[in-house]
């Protein structure tokens, strides 16, 4: 009886002890949980009196000295567009399956890419940029094209437009750009979006791009084009029409 007491005395013990370590740990554990929100709470949390520095300007590309920002003249047709961000809508139609209007979160959802090109004009200057955006296919892809499809024409806010052949900018994955030397582009240089159109003159790298359309028409001449520039634009052909 005595053996049996002790055996007894000895559970209830032991029973009472993990009892104990039962509640100690779900103390420790409660302390855990309380301390890892505080810590995220007061000292993870981004404070609302932080402040968001300007980005730099990148003036060095893998070894490619870049031309500034600055580096341009101001020669669109009715001066710097500055653009209401909130109320931007990119229109995309014509000869597509589905109409887009898209605003300026929804273009850059898209896949990022970055390419230096140098920005040649008629009057004489140029200017080398690490560009970065979105490839115009991938918005004409999601539109949808329509067979016969053959030109691209891009409209501006300021009534600016002009055209590139649609086999050019599939081909050379052309960039619709939000970004130069790794900052947005200035309201001087065409935000929210300009199209680099690599290897053409500047008159065909429409800023302030609002609407993009795709036709049949090969021959639709845009502000210039209309004046007597030439159709294509190419570097390498004649500045004005024949």
């Known amino acids: 009886m005595k053996t049996e007491r002790c055996v007894v005395k ?77 109320n931007y809508v990119l229109n995309i139609d014509g000869l597509v399956d589905k109409k887009l209007s898209l605003n ?19 009057e004489g200057w140029s200017a080398k940029i690490l560009w970065q955006g ?13 067979s016969g499809s053959n030109t691209v024409i891009f409209y501006a806010v300021d009534g600016y437009s002009s055209s590139l052949p649609l086999d050019y900018i599939i081909n050379k994955n052309i960039i619709l750009a939000s970004e130069m030397n ?4 200035p309201s001087e240089r065409g935000f929210p979006f300009q199209v680099v159109a690599e290897d053409k003159f500047g008159y065909k790298w429409v800023k302030w791009v609002s609407k993009i359309e795709v036709s049949n028409d090969p021959n639709y001449k845009g502000y210039w084009e209309s004046s007597g520039y030439n159709q294509n634009g190419d570097l390498s052909g004649p500045k004005r029409q024949n």
Not at 47 to 65: C, M
Not at 138 to 145: C, F, Q, Y
């Open 182 to 185: 790794g900052v947005n582009l």
């Open 104 to 122: 300026y979160d929804q273009v850059l959802n898209h896949n990022q890419y970055t390419k230096v090109v140098t920005l040649k004009c008629v």
């Open 134 to 146: 979105v490839l115009i296919k991938d918005l004409l892809t999601e539109a949808g094209i329509k």
């Open 10 to 86: 000895k559970n209830k013990i032991l029973k009472k002890n993990f009892t104990r370590i039962g509640f100690l740990i779900l103390i420790t554990v409660g302390i855990f949980f309380t301390l890892n929100f505080l810590i995220n709470k007061f000292l993870f949390q981004p404070s609302e009196n932080i402040k968001k520095l300007k980005s730099v300007e990148i003036k060095e590309y893998q070894g490619e000295n870049l031309s500034s920002i600055s580096d341009f003249r101001e020669n669109s047709i009715k001066g710097p567009q500055y653009i209401d961000i909130k």
